[in-house]
């Protein structure tokens, strides 16, 4: 056992650096990931290590990013793909959504297409317009992806270096103002402690179930936290995979709860919790005690920074939420 | 900017020009062998027998491109983009490449498919509408058909890229060292991806040869809608070597590809070409071009057919005679039956089978919809 305390974005480096040794067909492909390490310093130290055909510094072309990464992986590569935020990932969305998610279908499985497309999103960090965005609908809803969120640093760890081993595409989405929260755990570990398409539940609890992925599972420990001086036991499941959405960990809590609360910063509208609340629906129809609550970012573009604390479910909002199913 | 610079930037390009001066070609309309300082060497060990293949290979590919137009006619194919009128530009380029090169087509490139040996059935799977593409694309490195316009040239581009990381690129070993031809058309170069595709070529000095076919027309748009200058000039814009040759001139572009890809091989990539053609016909079976193109120019352009001019030279030279020319017209037809046949008796895969290629490894949505499905079917079993 070596248990280190380390950041998300520490974690992350040491997981690509990890696949990276394993395999010399990984590569890195994005704007700044070289002698800058990325704007968020995640590939930081690793074009030194690996040289600039491993670590490749793009055009400031996020088409050419993902497109290129196509072909690298027709010739045998693995690429993993940096877009540098989440609002820039749109120029890419062609080459995602109709190459990336389709190739393997069109060719009757003789392509494969292994490649990471790892995309820092979310808000909360005082940022611009398009700095700020949770995208993940828009992939969770294209066939032939692969879409995971991390959120805390030894699944990112972790994570990662499945993704990069999966056939399929993966789009993997990275907490940008969880980056520098530190977490415990062992870093001599060989082995990932669950697969990456599993949820986890992070806390057990009886009375409500509370769901969701990336930045906001750590909002959602505080609030059962919170709830738990109050009487109420929160079970907090940290879903992790958006697709395959690992439905039967939520099922199963449901049916124990009977309560459910969906917590994700995207907007509401056909958002991940849409989905949710609809299978939860269809499987635990007699098991639920009220309906599913959504505690989502508003159904307007992201607002600039200095309101984006109204716009964010903070630890308010989603005690409101677990208010509103306990109210049944 | 001098007046002369914007007078000459905003010289429009023809809508039916000769090519111009730039344009290379080895055989004129009529038929006659030109010389060209860079370019015979690339011909120069043709033998009468070569010739005739091309001309064989020109004539079937043109007899698959009306059989595809028939059948979609028919009702047997949803859609079909002919190739007519662009035979030359396929066959000269698709014949320079070498089995180890790496071909990435648009959706219109049944020609370079099949002289790189591909199954001519191959091409009409999609538009018959039993696949999305359906081949290998290792099997003779020829990549699926890609219908976005412009996407491919950044799979080529990056597939270059991967070229040159293996070290395949300028060794001298002729097994080795390795070229990608990416396909594409006048209207595909004002794509952002096309563009990208040249940043990011000429940034890595990925060993890729554009092959543009301006056929003059984006279904009916133009050529003057896409570009104020003539395409191949695009490419110095970027810092690499473009140069324009006579699409309708199977030896003009054979030999030019050549000789890009040689450059690409050798380490001097990206190239572009621009394959100065026409497109006959529509741009496919949906589309009406009575309604934006007058009938003179295509009329003009039936003077400049590919076909033509080689039987002519052939004839010219002694090197084919009637006979011959029969036994391909009866090739073709032959050919052409079979191509019928194989497309009207074409499988259709069971419905259940559309779950099976999504995901490489396991995946439960798939898993629990195709078992939906099958149970749905089999309800009607048992309700008979």
């Not at chain 1, 890195?28 to 930081?44: A, H, N, Q, Y």
């Not at chain 1, 793009?58 to 690298?72: H, N, Q």
């Not at chain 1, 939860?280 to 600039?304: H, K, M, S």
């Not at chain 2, 499905?373 to 048992?382: M, N």
Request: charged residues 25%; proline residues 6%; aromatic residues 8%.
């Amino acid at each position: 056992m070596a248990l280190e305390k380390v950041t998300l974005g520490k974690s992350l480096t040491s997981g690509l650096r990890r696949a990276m040794e394993r395999d010399p067909k990984v590569v890195l492909i994005g704007e700044d990931i070289g002698k800058l390490g990325g704007v968020f310093r995640i590939t930081e130290g690793l074009q030194k290590d690996f040289g600039e055909a491993r670590v490749i510094d793009s055009p400031l072309a996020e088409s050419g990013i993902v497109g290129t990464a196509v072909g690298l992986a027709l010739r045998g590569y693995r690429p993993v793909c940096e877009i540098q935020f989440d609002g820039f990932v749109y120029p890419a969305f062609d080459q995602i959504v109709s190459q990336v998610a389709k190739l393997r279908a069109r060719s009757l499985g003789a392509v494969t297409m292994p490649i990471v497309i790892r995309i820092p999103f979310g808000g909360g960090i005082g940022s611009p317009e398009h700095h700020s965005e949770s995208p993940e609908a828009y992939f969770a809803h294209t066939a032939g992806l692969r879409v995971v969120a991390c959120s805390n640093p030894e699944d990112a760890h972790w994570m990662i270096q499945q993704a990069i081993e999966c056939d399929d595409p993966v789009i993997f989405f990275e907490p940008k103002r969880r980056y520098h929260d530190r977490g415990e755990y062992d870093t001599a570990a060989t082995e990932a402690p669950r697969g990456l398409f599993e949820a986890h539940i992070v806390r057990p609890g009886s009375d409500v179930t509370m769901v969701g992925y990336g930045p906001v599972v750590k909002t959602m420990l505080e609030s059962a936290a919170a709830a738990e001086a109050d009487g109420t036991s929160i079970e907090v499941i940290d879903l992790r995979s958006l697709s395959p959405l690992p439905i039967d960990t939520i099922v199963g809590s449901v049916r124990k709860t009977g309560r459910l609360v969906v917590v994700h910063e995207a907007s509401s509208f056909l958002g991940m919790a849409s989905e949710i609340s609809a299978q939860v629906t269809e499987q635990c129809f007699y098991d639920l005690e009220a309906p599913v609550i959504r505690v989502n970012g508003a159904n307007i573009p992201y607002p600039p920074s200095r309101m984006e604390e109204d716009f964010l479910p903070d630890l308010d909002r989603i005690l409101d939420g677990v208010d509103r199913a306990l109210a049944y | 900017m001098s007046d002369k610079v914007v007078a000459e930037l905003h010289e429009p390009t023809p809508a039916v020009g000769d090519g111009g001066p730039d344009m290379i070609q080895l055989l004129t309309p009529e038929g006659e062998r030109l010389s060209h300082p860079d370019y015979d060497k690339y011909v120069a060990d043709l033998t009468p027998e070569d010739l005739r293949s091309f001309y064989r290979d020109l004539v079937l590919i043109r007899r698959l491109d009306a059989e595809g137009y028939a059948l979609q006619r028919q009702g047997e194919l949803g859609l079909w983009p002919s190739l007519l009128g662009q035979e030359a530009a396929q066959v000269g380029s698709g014949r320079a490449l070498k089995p180890h090169d790496m071909c990435f087509p648009t959706y219109r490139e049944h020609g370079v498919g099949f002289v790189r040996g591909m199954d001519p059935q191959s091409s009409l799977q999609l538009f018959r509408g039993v696949s999305q593409g359906g081949w290998d694309p290792k099997d003779h490195n020829f990549h699926l058909y890609t219908i976005v316009i412009g996407a491919q040239t950044l799979h080529a581009t990056g597939y270059a890229m991967g070229v040159k990381m293996d070290g395949n690129v300028g060794t001298g070993d002729p097994d080795r060292d390795t070229a990608v031809i990416c396909y594409f058309g006048d209207g595909a170069s004002s794509q952002g991806d096309v563009n990208e595709a040249f940043v990011y070529a000429a940034s890595f000095d990925a060993p890729v040869v554009f092959f543009c076919q301006n056929n003059q027309w984006a279904i009916s748009e133009p050529v003057s809608k896409q570009t104020r200058i003539p395409l191949f000039q695009r490419a110095r814009g970027f810092g690499f070597p473009g140069m324009r040759v006579d699409g309708n001139d199977v030896l003009a572009t054979y030999a030019v590809t050549q000789h890009c890809l040689d450059e690409a091989r050798n380490g001097n990539g990206p190239l572009l070409i621009e394959a100065f053609t026409y497109r006959m016909g529509a741009h496919t079976t949906a589309d009406d071009p009575t309604k934006y193109r007058v009938s003179a120019e295509v009329e003009q352009w039936k003077f400049r057919d590919p076909i033509l001019r080689l039987k002519t030279y052939l004839s010219h030279e002694g090197w084919a005679d009637e006979a011959f020319f029969t036994r391909v017209d009866e090739e073709a037809d032959q050919f052409a039956a079979e191509l019928r046949h194989g497309c009207i008796t074409m499988d259709t895969m069971p419905g259940e089978t559309m779950w099976d290629h999504v995901y490489a490894e396991d995946h439960p949505v798939m898993e629990a919809e195709r078992a939906a499905f099958q149970a749905y079917q089999a309800s009607f079993e048992e309700a008979n």
